[in-house]
């Protein structure tokens, strides 16, 4: 008796399917394994897709230099908004792993019920929309900066006074209300999720939407630091997504604060090097 509970808690039993048919059913009938299925398909999709264009730097050192010429075409800023999306997909939905999850949580404890859910995929897509759109901005912004020349055609920074400030103003967001509010809000989605729940796959997605929003304010400006470090950097991009990934599961503040304190320092560093470069005198 207590074996046949525990099946019984483990899942619904589908006698009429095939045996193979009845696992899938079961596994896809939860909604933690989706949401895990998810942030696992589509993180993988991103950094899959950031390494097809690493691979094929050629392309992008002509669309740079096509926007120092100014002379962009719609095909090149399409090309660039693509490896922007794929950048958030790889670097910021790994972090939202601890709210999806919390939702699927929640989700599979309704279903246990027998009460009405929503797939993890519809929160997803609000989260991943939000992204979108800040990849869509950055690359209004990588357009403004190349033709600026702050960006080279390897899409690097060409000024170190621009990199240093790119992470100062990082550094000091570090220490903002906004972005501890924002944190807050990642770091423990329960009480979003209980005040806000939603049945219907339009209020799901509008929660997406909503954590997307927390998530965004969170993390632009860590996200920007790519235009100091090289749009293309994949070892920063990397190692931002793991920082920004430790700061959501709730290390602590003082996490944050170091966080801040190294982005400063690293600025300041920068603009001081490139200070002394052009200074009257300077060796040779």
């Known amino acids: 008796m207590q074996h046949v509970e525990m099946t019984e808690a483990a899942g619904p039993k589908l006698d009429r399917l095939s045996p193979a048919a009845s696992r899938l059913g079961a596994a896809f009938a939860r909604p933690k394994v989706i949401a895990v299925v ?31 010429g100014g002379s962009t075409s719609a095909s090149g800023i399409a090309l660039v908004a693509g490896m922007w999306g794929a950048m958030t997909l790889a670097m910021m939905l790994p972090s939202a792993a601890p709210m999806i999850l919390t939702y ?37 912004a990588q357009l403004a900066l190349t033709r600026a020349a702050l960006l080279d055609p390897s899409m690097a920074s060409a000024s170190g006074l621009f990199s240093g400030a790119i992470f100062i103003a990082a550094g000091v967001y570090q220490f ?25 796959p339009r209020g799901v997605f509008k929660l997406g939407l909503r954590q997307g929003l ?10 920007l630091v790519m235009f100091a470090v090289g749009v293309m950097n994949v070892v920063w991009m990397a190692g931002l997504g793991i920082v920004m990934t430790m700061e959501k599961i709730g290390i602590g503040k ?12 690293t600025g300041v560093a920068l603009v001081g090097l490139s200070v002394a470069a052009h200074w009257p005198g300077h060796a040779i």
């Open 38 to 68: 998810c942030v696992i398909a589509l993180a993988g999709l991103g950094w899959f897709t950031l390494g097809l264009q690493a691979a094929n730097m050629s392309m992008f050192d002509a669309l740079c230099s096509a926007m120092v």
């Open 104 to 140: 699927a949580e929640i989700a599979d404890t309704a279903a246990r019920k027998d009460e009405p859910v929503v797939s993890p995929f519809m929160i997803a897509a609000g989260y991943i929309v939000v992204w979108f759109g800040f990849a869509a901005a950055a690359t209004l």
């Open 176 to 200: 903002s209300a906004l972005k501890h509010a924002c944190l807050t809000q990642c770091q423990h989605p329960f009480p979003f999720f209980f005040a806000n729940w939603s049945t219907t």
């Open 214 to 223: 927390f998530c965004l304010g969170c993390c632009w400006a860590m996200m």
């Open 254 to 265: 003082w996490f944050t604060y170091a966080l801040g304190v190294a982005l400063i320092g």
